[in-house]
Every structure is written in C-alpha cells, then in structure tokens.
C-alpha cells in the first residue's frame, strides 16, 4: 500500500493555524488549492473506510488479531 500524502491537509492546518494567530476572520485559498484539499481528504477517509472494513471483516471471521499494531508516523499508516 503506498504511503498518502498528507502535506495539503498539513498546509490547510498550518493556514488556519497562522489566521488565527493574526486575528483574521477568514482563510481563503484559490480553487486548484482547494480541490487539492477536498481530494486529499476523500483518500484519507477512503483508505481508513476500508482499513476499517478489513478489520471488522477479520473480527467477523474469527480472525486472530493478537498481533494487529496501527503505527501513525507523520499521516503515514504502516
């Protein structure tokens, strides 16, 4: 599985973190920014949906899940 790429999420959080810091009452972005977001975030809940179904799926055949470990590392799932 290769590794999501998280850093316009991490710029949009940063973005929201220095607007608030300077008082401002908005944060604007340009549409390709934007879109770039809205599809970075579609990945990330895609790929945790079915990280979530392949774990119920395991759950629900019995599936020994003893050594089942979740790292995150940088918005990086390993």
Known sequence: MEPLNTIPIQQY??????AESSRSREVRMDIATAKNLAYTLGIVMS????????LVS???SGGDLSDLEI????????
Do not use: A, F, M, P
């Open 47 to 54: 790929r945790l949906h079915g990280d979530l179904e392949t």
């Open 58 to 60: 395991e759950i629900d």
């Open 71 to 78: 790292k995150v590392n940088g918005g990086n799932w390993s």
């Open 13 to 18: 959080i940063q973005q929201v973190k220095s």
